[in-house]
C-alpha cells in the first residue's frame, strides 16, 4: 500500500453522505458510504424503484491519439478496435502471465479517443500499466481519476428520474441509449447547464446510467438527483447493496473472483478475449496456452438449499472432500435464499450438482445453478 | 447514534442483559448498527447450558456472521422464536421485541453499566 492510500481518500461527496448519515467503509483506499440507513431497504429500491450511488472512486483514464484503438487491442485482451464511436466495452487488462489486472469498461468517445474505468483499488496500477504500454504508440494516456467524480442512477425508474433534470430537445437521447452505449448530455443542475458523459452502464443488473462529472459539479449533480428522484423513490445506495446486486447480477468483483493468480477461462470471462484478432497483445501467449489446456476449475453459482449463506472463502465439499472455495456468497435480498460465487473442480460444475459449502465447521447443502442468479423483466 | 439503553447491563461482546429472573438477553444497537440488516440467527435450545464469555449461537447479517456469547452463565429457559422468524427485529427493535432469549441465571460474567458500555463503544446512553 502506498502513502496515498494508507491515508483514507475522500471523494467530492463525502460531505454530503455524512449529511445523509452514511455509515463509511473503507473501499480500495477510500472512505466509501457503506450504507445510508438500511442496505436490504436500498437494494430493495434499487430493484423496485432507483438508487444513487456515488461511484467516485473509480478510475477515469482517458487514452487519446491517432493510434488509440490499436493501442488499446494491444494493452486489453478485447479487439477495441471494432467499437463504434459511442458505444462502450467490457474487457480486461492482464499480465504477461495471463493474469487479470483489472476488469474495466472502455467508452470509445471519437475515433482517436476512449475513457478507460478501472476500479478504484486498481487505477494505479492500470494508469501505469497503459502508460508503459505505450511506448510506441502515437497516443497520450492521461489519469482523469483524481478530478472526474461519478454518480450513478440504478433502477427501473432511471429514465424517468434523468429526464426531470434533462432539457427536452435531449430527451431521447436518455430514452433511446443503449445498453453500453454513452453520450454527452445536458444537465441542468443549479439552474445552469453542464454537459456531461452519460452512460447506459451500471453494475446491479437493473437498467441504470452512470454520469461522469468533474468534481466541481459533483455536488450539484448528486442533490439535484436526490431531488429530482425524490417522487419516483429515488435512494442514496450504499457499497453494500451494491455488492449485493452485483452478486445476485452474477457479476465478478475484483478481488474476489477476480486476481492476478485467476485465468479468464476459469471465470468466464472466455469471450472477453480475442484471440483471434490480429497483432501481439499483452497476455496472448499465456492465454493461448490457458484455453488450449483447458479449466482444472471454473467460476459457478451456488444456491443455498438452507438458511446460511456461503461467505468469501469457504470450502466447498463434495462428500466431506473439498473441490472448491466460495469467493462470494451471502443471502440473496431478491430471491429469500443464499447465492454464493465460488470456484470448483470441473467435474462439480454442471447445474443441478449437489454440493456442500462448510460454514464453520457445519456442512450445508447447496447446488450449482446457471449464471445470474437474478435476471431482470423486460 | 446507537442507542444504549439505560438500565439494562452489558457484556464486552455486545449482549444486554436485565434484571429480571429469569434473565432476558439481547444484542445491543451498537452491535446491530455494526451488523447491518440481520437476516439469521441461531439461538441456544430450551434447556440448554450456557458459559458466560462463551459463544451460544451465531447472528448472520446481509454481510458477515458472528458469533453470540452468553453474558451469563446458566440454563436458557426460554428462546424468543419471534426474531428466530423474523431477524430484523434484531435492527428495529434490539431491547425489545428483538431479545434472543431467557437465562435461569447460577453465575454472572463481567458486564458494564449503560454508561461504560456506551462509553468504550461509542454508543448514546437513553
Known sequence: MNAETATQRHTALYEEHQKLGASFTDFGGWQMPLKYDSELAEHHAVRKTAGLFDLSHMGEVWVTGPEAGKFLDFALVGKLSAVAVGKAKYSLICNEDGGIIDDLISYRRAEDRFLVVPNAGNADAVFEALSERAKGFDVEVENASAATSLAAVQGPNSVEILLQLVPAAEAATVTDMKYYAADEVTFTISGAPVKLLLARTGYTGEDGFEIYVPNEHAVSLWTALLEAGKAHGLVPAGLACRDSLRLEAGMPLYGNELSLEVSPYDAGLGPVVALKKEGEFVGRSALEAQKEKGSQRKLVGLKGLGRRAGRSHYPVLKDGRQVGEVTSGQPSPTLGYPVALAYVDVEFTEPGTQLDVDLRGKPEPFEVVSLPFYKRGN | ?126
Open chain 2, 1 to 126: 447514534m446507537s442507542k444504549v439503553l439505560s438500565g439494562l447491563r452489558y457484556s464486552a461482546e455486545h449482549e444486554w442483559v436485565d434484571d429480571a429472573s429469569p434473565a432476558k438477553i439481547g444484542i445491543s444497537q451498537v452491535a446491530a448498527d455494526a451488523l447491518g440488516d440481520v437476516v439469521y440467527v441461531d439461538l441456544p435450545e430450551v434447556g440448554a447450558a450456557v458459559t458466560a464469555g462463551e459463544t451460544c449461537g451465531e447472528v448472520e447479517s446481509t454481510k458477515s456472521v458472528s458469533d453470540l456469547y452468553a453474558p451469563v452463565t446458566g440454563t436458557v429457559v426460554e428462546v424468543n422464536q419471534a426474531a428466530i422468524d423474523d431477524p430484523a427485529l434484531l435492527n428495529s427493535d434490539p431491547y425489545g421485541e428483538g431479545w434472543l432469549f431467557t437465562v435461569e441465571v447460577s453465575e454472572e460474567g463481567p458486564l458494564l453499566s449503560a454508561e461504560d458500555y456506551a462509553s468504550s463503544n461509542g454508543g448514546e446512553v437513553a
